[in-house]
């Protein structure tokens, strides 16, 4: 499927492409699997470019406008589950 991504103009090519990535794996998390490492490094390399916590709720709450996709949930369920090595958001 394809979703609006909230974009930023401001940001750069590097930073867009790198905001989009991490929207696809929170994707993966809810329509099939995602290594648990990968959307952690994804999401550490999204909090490079959006540091501020405010500014990550008003794009997670996009985001999730347009694909009914809860990046922060994805994020949480991937962080306090250290001991499994892929991830679904179809079973938590």
């Known amino acids: 499927m394809e979703y609006h991504y909230p974009i930023d103009l401001d940001w750069t090519n590097d930073e ?18 995602v290594e648990r490492s990968y959307l952690l490094e994804q999401y550490n390399k999204f909090k490079k470019i959006v540091p501020g916590k405010a500014e990550e709720k008003k794009i997670f709450k996009e985001f999730e406008k347009g694909s009914g996709y809860n990046s922060y949930k994805a994020v949480k369920h991937a962080q306090d589950n250290p001991d499994k090595k892929y991830l679904s958001g179809n079973s938590k």
């Open 16 to 33: 867009m492409v790198t905001v989009v990535t991490f929207f696809n794996a929170v994707e993966s998390f809810y329509e099939q699997q």
